[in-house]
């Protein structure tokens, strides 16, 4: 860190190759080099073990290895893990693994803060701002896997953008990191098991879509009617209300054939009454998709946003059964860590 040689990690393989047929190194010593950062996680040259003395030397001179350091590490009563982790500027963003039964997810961050203002979001609250790099962002995933044989004793298994920040406002980097993690030459995690959670950006949907990924894709909806939606998140009409977001929703459908899930918290006198969960059985049916019933946690001592009473929770589930829409009641995780989804805010920046 603090080095200001270029990061060799932020160069392709292409570009890594090119690098060393300039110099009139063999090409496969940049295969061997990618392995090395991708897939064996070297900290520094000198592990690179099959070059020679000379060439990891002349590396080191001409590059730096930075990586992201985890800062804080806490862990919940019920296992949930939660990282500070101090990005190569020294900014924070938070990253939280969870642990079920069978698997474990890790929850990565794409940006360092938001732009977008969510009204019961956390991160929205922080002031600095910057996308990650697609190292950075990787970086939170080996570690996540690496905590995760360590701590539950098996290698990760999932991963979702649900972290701070939009995943699809940075979007080249996002897809720079989904294709390392994903890669053979790299991580080499299956893409299915990769889940990106957006606010709703057609734009990128239908970008992502005709790049088949094979990734699952969530929505943030929070509310099926646009008065109500744009209230509580000003992102939507911006990007054009649920109109332009179904279309892309119905696109990334036609193209992927997957089911979306969307991802849904009930507010006390927000989205609690009748007409809002018709919508929402209106809209679900549009395009094939399942409903996440998400826990609200609180992120400040306001009562602007409360959690609606179970009775509601339990009359959307029973409205949306009905229309033949499976949907899911999730319960938080963490929370006594202020991990939980909304909550990632980097208490150490305050
Ligand atoms: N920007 C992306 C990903 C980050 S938010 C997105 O909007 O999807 C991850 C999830 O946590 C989203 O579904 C978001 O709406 C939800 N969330 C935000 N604040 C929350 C809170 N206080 N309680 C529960 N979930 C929250």
New binding site residues.
């Given amino acids: 860190m603090g080095e200001n040689k270029p990061n060799i990690r932020q160069l392709s393989l292409e570009e890594l190759t090119a690098f060393f047929t300039a110099k009139g190194e063999k090409s496969f010593r940049a295969k061997q080099v990618y392995e090395w950062l991708w897939k064996k996680n070297a900290r520094n040259f000198d592990e690179m073990t099959n070059l020679s003395k000379d060439l990891r030397a002349f590396l080191g001179d001409n590059f730096s290895i930075p990586h992201i350091e985890i800062k804080q590490f806490q862990r919940s009563t019920d296992g949930t893990i939660k990282n500070a982790v101090t990005l190569i500027d020294s900014l924070i963003v938070e990253s939280v693994l969870i642990p079920t039964e069978k698997r474990t997810t890790a929850c990565v961050s794409s940006q360092v803060g938001?732009s977008?203002d969510?009204k019961?979001?956390?991160t929205a609250l922080l002031k600095n701002m910057r996308n990650l790099t697609p190292d950075e962002i990787v970086d939170q995933v080996i570690e996540a896997d690496l905590q995760s044989k360590k701590y539950y004793h098996h290698p990760l298994s999932n991963i979702v953008?649900?972290?701070m920040?939009?995943?699809l406002l940075n979007f080249e980097n996002v897809m720079t990191a989904i294709d390392k993690i994903t890669s053979d030459k790299a991580l080499g995690m299956a893409a299915r098991r990769i889940t990106i959670?957006?606010?709703g950006i057609p734009k990128r949907i239908k970008e992502m879509a005709d790049r088949n990924l094979k990734i699952g894709l969530?929505v943030?909806l929070?509310s099926a009617i646009d008065e109500i939606r744009t209230q509580i998140m000003p992102v939507n009409k911006r990007q054009g209300g649920l109109k332009e977001l179904l279309k892309a929703l119905q696109y990334w459908h036609q193209k992927t054939k997957s089911r979306i899930t969307f991802?849904y918290?009930v507010f006390k006198g927000i989205n609690d009454d009748d007409k809002s969960i018709k919508a929402l059985v209106d809209f679900a049916k549009k395009v094939p998709s399942k409903v996440n019933l998400?826990?609200?946690?609180p992120?400040d001592d306001s009562d602007t946003f409360q959690q609606a009473d179970k009775k509601v929770i339990e009359k959307y589930q029973k409205m949306l059964d009905n229309a033949g829409i499976v949907s899911t009641i999730r319960n938080s995780r963490g929370s006594d860590i202020d991990a939980?989804?909304?909550?990632l805010a980097n208490k150490l920046e305050k």
Avoid: D, K
């Fill in positions: 938001c977008l969510c019961f979001c956390a953008f649900m972290g920040g939009e995943p959670s957006t606010s969530a943030s929070h991802e918290l998400i826990e609200y946690n992120i939980a989804c909304g909550q």
